[in-house]
């Protein structure tokens, strides 16, 4: 296995319309050279570009509501929890689910993400209000592998270094330990190794962790042409680096603060170290 040297970098809450190539030039400037692999965190891209949606604005419909009832308080609650291994912490959350967010919440994941995704217990697709203020949550980047592509030829440009740039999302992926070539994904992602399941690639992996590992997901990827086995050792070794800000989930976050869920603030998320970006260099 190759050795990986692993730089983090602390910078201010990344909102909405920030110069990413501008941010980027200043942290990198000094650090990155030719080869190294630059990895943003999904969600701190994501809130940069823009992609982000106040759940507030969305009325749950009835069946809305019933379904989180049955398929969240009770499937999960009583049963897809035992199955998965889920922690008691997350079982009592669970059975507990808020009817109205949580409605909300799974309308439009379902709008955005499909069926698939909208059986999972969170992060369905990408939509994620952990670290995010009030009832807002974080949307998948559209056209994404475009946004990487243009973004890493900027980074070349103005850093004169030749990089490459990876996107990765902290929910899971699942690898069979015996050949890490089987990967079963809950979101889709650039890479054709990875089988994308749905909530389907959630239970397996939880359901039978003896035989699936569970690792960061690597989105989109910009550079030079990289082993999937590679691809999946830098997007683990940057999330376990880089942190999970003020906690994994909205129930963590608002346990943090000591408020509501929808209580957070933009001024008690800055207040957190943020490391959105982390620099991966092989020592080999």
Same mark, same amino acid.
């Given at each position: 296995?190759?050795?990986?040297?692993?730089?983090?970098?602390?910078?201010?809450?990344?909102?909405?319309?920030?110069?990413?190539?501008?941010?980027?030039? %200043? *942290?990198?400037?000094?650090? $990155?050279?030719?080869?190294?692999?630059?990895? /943003?965190? &999904?969600? #701190?891209?994501?809130?940069? =570009?823009?992609?982000?949606?106040?759940?507030?604005?969305?009325?749950?419909?009835?069946?809305?509501?019933?379904?989180?009832?049955?398929?969240?308080?009770?499937?999960?609650?009583?049963?897809?929890?035992?199955?998965? %291994? *889920?922690?008691?912490?997350? $079982?009592?959350?669970?059975?507990?689910?808020? /009817?109205? &967010?949580? #409605?909300?919440?799974?309308? =439009?994941?379902?709008?955005?993400?499909?069926?698939?995704?909208?059986?999972?217990?969170?992060?369905?697709?990408?939509?994620?209000?952990?670290?995010?203020?009030?009832?807002?949550?974080?949307?998948?980047?559209?056209?994404?592998?475009?946004?990487?592509?243009?973004?890493?030829?900027?980074?070349?440009?103005?850093?004169?270094?030749?990089?490459?740039?990876?996107?990765?999302?902290?929910?899971?992926?699942?690898?069979?330990?015996?050949?890490?070539?089987?990967?079963?994904?809950?979101?889709?992602?650039?890479?054709?190794?990875?089988?994308?399941?749905?909530?389907?690639?959630?239970?397996?992996?939880?359901?039978?962790?003896?035989?699936?590992?569970?690792?960061?997901?690597?989105?989109?990827?910009?550079?030079?042409?990289?082993?999937?086995?590679?691809?999946?050792?830098?997007?683990?070794?940057?999330?376990?680096?880089?942190?999970?800000?003020?906690?994994?989930?909205?129930?963590?976050?608002?346990?943090?603060?000591?408020?509501?869920?929808?209580?957070?603030?933009?001024?008690?998320?800055?207040?957190?170290?943020?490391?959105?970006?982390?620099?991966?260099?092989?020592?080999?």
């Amino acid at each position: 296995m190759a050795k990986l040297k692993i730089l983090k970098f602390q910078c201010g809450y990344w909102k909405p319309g920030l110069d990413l190539v501008e941010i980027l030039t %200043k *942290l990198l400037n000094g650090y $990155i050279e030719n080869g190294d692999f630059v990895v /943003l965190s &999904e969600k #701190a891209y994501a809130s940069a =570009l823009g992609y982000i949606f106040d759940e507030a604005k969305i009325k749950p419909s009835l069946f809305s509501k019933i379904f989180v009832y049955f398929w969240m308080r009770l499937i999960w609650g009583y049963f897809l929890s035992f199955i998965c %291994k *889920l922690k008691p912490q997350t $079982i009592k959350l669970l059975r507990s689910y808020p /009817l109205v &967010e949580g #409605a909300s919440h799974k309308q =439009l994941a379902l709008k955005v993400s499909g069926f698939l995704n909208v059986l999972k217990p969170t992060s369905e697709g990408g939509i994620d209000g952990s670290n995010l203020p009030y009832k807002f949550v974080t949307l998948p980047i559209e056209n994404i592998q475009e946004k990487v592509d243009k973004l890493r030829r900027s980074l070349e440009e103005k850093l004169g270094v030749k990089l490459n740039l990876m996107v990765v999302d902290s929910d899971r992926i699942y690898v069979y330990r015996r050949n890490c070539r089987i990967i079963f994904s809950t979101r889709k992602t650039c890479f054709k190794e990875i089988r994308f399941l749905g909530f389907l690639a959630y239970i397996v992996g939880r359901a039978f962790r003896r035989f699936f590992k569970p690792v960061a997901t690597p989105l989109a990827y910009s550079g030079r042409k990289i082993r999937i086995e590679d691809a999946l050792m830098i997007a683990e070794a940057a999330d376990r680096v880089r942190g999970y800000g003020a906690g994994r989930t909205v129930f963590e976050v608002a346990e943090t603060f000591n408020v509501p869920v929808s209580g957070v603030t933009w001024e008690m998320l800055e207040k957190i170290k943020h490391y959105p970006i982390t620099l991966v260099k092989r020592l080999d």
